[in-house]
C-alpha cells in the first residue's frame, strides 16, 4: 500500500528537493501544496495524508533583520491548517538556530535555546512556531518530528536562498572580508534523503533532531568554494575587531550618517559565541568535496 505524502513549501529550495527526493520513491504518492495561493499544484482528491512535511516559510538573509516574517509565517500556517489536521504523521523543518545556547559552545539538540535576547526575528520566530506546533500536536494526538538543519547549501538553488546568495557572493568576490568562525553545513540532498530513509525505515516520531554534514572554519569554507580560482585575498577579522566595527557603526546610525551596518547584535553574539555541530545522523551520501563542487559548477553556469 502506497504512503501518501503532502510536501507544504515544495516550491522553494530545500522543499523542492525534498519533493525531488520522495517523488522517485515507488511506494510513494505525493503532492505538493502551494501555503502562497492555498491550493494543490497537482489534481489531488486525497483529504487525509499519511505523512505531512512542512519546509515552508519565509527567511530573511541574516543581516537584514526583517520583522514581517512573523505576519508571513502566520498566513503560511492558517493557510494550511486543514492540511495539519488531517494528517497523521507531521515533519516540521525548523532551523538550528533553535537550538543555540549562549552558555554552550556545542549546538546539540539536547540544548535548552536561550538566545532569544540576541537573535534575529527570523530566529526568535522559528522558536515561536516550533512550540506552537508542539502544541498543536499534543492537543490533536499526532506523531510529529522537528528536523534542524545547519546551513542548508547545494546546486539547484535558483532563486537562490540566503545561504546560497552568501555562497554565490564568495565565489563571485576577489577581496573577501570574514570574521574568525565556525559555520556548519549540511547539503540539501543528505537532508532529503535522511528524510526518504526515515519514511520508508518507519522509524519513532517525537523527536527534534538537528542535521548537520560538516561544521569547519570559515575561512577554510571560503578556500573550499575558490580552490579553482588562483587570485583572491582573504582578510580575517578577529571578534575584538568586529565589535569594533559594529560599535563604530552604531555610532554612525546614531548620527544618522549611514542607515544599515554590516553586522548586527546576531551575528555579533553569535561570532562571539563562535558555536559547532558535532551530531551526526547517518552516513553522508554526498560529501563535503562533492557538495561544493556541485554548487560551484551551479552557480558558475547559471
Known sequence: MKKTICCIGSTGFIGSNIYEKLSKVDNFEVYRFSSKKSKFLENCKIKNFDYLICSAGYHPESKNDDASVHLINKKIIKNS????????????????????????KNISSKNKYNFYRYDTHYGKNKVLMEKLFVKFCKKNKKEYMILCPSHVIGPNDNKPSPNGKFFKNILDKKILIIPKVNISLIDVRNLSEYIRNYIINEKTFMKKIILNDISIELKKYVKQIKKKQKFYFIITLNFTFVRLIYLLFKILKTLKLVKKSPINKNI???????????????????????????????????
Open 81 to 104: 491548517i486543514n492540511l495539519f489536521k488531517n494528517s497523521k504523521k507531521i515533519i516540521l523543518i525548523s532551523s538550528f538556530k533553535t537550538l543555540i545556547n549562549k552558555d554552550e
Open 268 to 302: 555579533l553574539n553569535y561570532i562571539k559565541l563562535n558555536p559547532l555541530i558535532n551530531e551526526k545522523y547517518g552516513e553522508l551520501k554526498i560529501s563535503f568535496n562533492q557538495t561544493i563542487d556541485d554548487t560551484v559548477n551551479f552557480f558558475n553556469t547559471n
